[in-house]
Structure formats: C-alpha cells, structure tokens
T-cell receptor, first 111, second 112 residues
Framework: KAGVTQTPRYLIKTRGQQVTLSCSPI?????VSWYQQTPGQGLQFLFE???????NKGNFPGRFSGRQFSNSRSEMNVSTLELGDSALYLC??????????FGPGTRLLVL | DQQVKQNSPSLSVQEGRISILNCDYT??????FLWYKKYPAEGPTFLIS?????DKNEDGRFTVFLNKSAKHLSLHIVPSQPGDSAVYFC???????????FGAGTTVTVRA
C-alpha cells in the first residue's frame, strides 16, 4: 500500500505571497492531519479533517487554512506569508483513533 | 504549554547496547501514546504505540513501558544498531481526539 504523499517537496516563496500544499493519504484513510515543524517550536498540530470536515484546529492564526476533498486528499493554504512560516509541513493520515502515518513533508522557505 | 516532555535532548549509546528514551506528560486525559523516529528533512516514521490500558508493548527490538501513576513512558531499543541513529519523538493523544501532542525529541547516536 502506498504511503502518504505530499507535494511539492520543496517550495520557496516571498513574504506576502500565499502557498498551497497538497497531501494524499494512505488509501482507505479518511482522517488527515497537518503539523508544522520548526526548530524553535517543534512539531505543532495545525488541524485535522475527516470526511471533508475540520474536526480540530490548533493554535495558529487564520492565515492557515485547509480543506479535504471527497477522495480524502487534503490541501492546506497559508496566506500572506511571513518569515516565521518557514518550516517543514507534515501531513499524516489515519484510519481510526490510533496510529497516524506521516508523509515526507513539504519544506517551505519564506524569503 | 508543553504537555509532553522529553528532558534528554541527546543520547549516545554503543552499538549492541540498550537505548532507553524517556518521556513525561502532564495531561491526565492522554490515553494513547506513540513513539516516532525521524531523520532530517523526512517525515516521522511510526515505531510503536501503547494504549493507556496497558503498561507494556513489544515489537521486535522496541519495547514501550507506560507508568500512568507517574505519567511517564519509556522506549527501550535492544540491541541498538547504527541505523537507529535519528531523532525520536514521543507523542500522545487524548480520548476521542486525533490531535497528537509531541515532545521536543531526543537525538540518539549509536556509536560503532
């Protein structure tokens, strides 16, 4: 079974721009979660989607948003990028309450 | 506030010996705990998990121990191998919640 895939793997943007990241979960998994990893803050939860509905949201500003499609694929969007948004963005999928499986991540650099 | 804490930022161990990684948590609502291994610029790889109804779970070289009264869990890797050199994260989730709270990670270096 193919793992979680994320595109693109690397991205360079400038301040003020917006960015959209994509995640395809493991086949059959309906829950998709997004996390941000930075050297200073570690791994932090952004939001979780299940059946196209956001079920949980972390403590991030409204510039961070997401959505999930009927095929469980998910996208996250960051508008008005700031230098501090430079991070590794990770997507994880799960078939139930238990283990979340992570994708390789998208490395975003904001200049 | 950091609800999951890994107080040892690094651990160095000789190949073939045991690696013991520790994790403490403060949230009594956590009911599921996981350990992930991560290489730089890659996503975390799931290693092993444990439910709060158990106190031990084994999978090959990896064993996780949970002490609910002390709000403490540990990961034992026996024997340690060079390929085990990575950052290890402890994570936890609450009842009915898919959000994972992560510790800051412990960098393990296995010496030949």
């Amino acid at each position: 079974k193919a793992g979680v895939t994320q595109t693109p793997r690397y991205l360079i943007k400038t301040r003020g721009q917006q960015v959209t990241l994509s995640c395809s979960p493991i086949s059959g998994h309906r829950s998709v979660s997004w996390y941000q990893q930075t050297p200073g803050q570690g791994l932090q939860f952004l939001f979780e989607y299940f059946s196209e509905t956001q079920r949980n949201k972390g403590n991030f500003p409204g510039r961070f948003s997401g959505r999930q499609f009927s095929n469980s694929r998910s996208e996250m969007n960051v508008s008005t990028l700031e230098l501090g948004d430079s991070a590794l963005y990770l997507c994880a999928s799960s078939s139930g309450k238990e283990t979340q499986y992570f994708g390789p991540g998208t490395r975003l650099l904001v200049l | 506030d950091q609800q999951v804490k890994q107080n040892s930022p690094s651990l160095s161990v000789q190949e073939g010996r045991i690696s013991i990684l520790n994790c403490d948590y403060t949230n009594s609502m956590f009911d599921y705990f996981l350990w992930y291994k991560k290489y730089p610029a890659e996503g975390p790889t799931f290693l092993i998990s444990i439910s709060s109804i158990k106190d031990k779970n084994e999978d090959g070289r990896f064993t996780v121990f949970l002490n609910k009264s002390a709000k403490h869990l540990s990961l034992h890797i026996v024997p340690s191998q060079p390929g085990d050199s990575a950052v290890y994260f402890c994570a936890a989730s609450e009842v009915g919640d898919y959000k994972l709270s992560f510790g800051a990670g412990t960098t393990v270096t296995v010496r030949a």
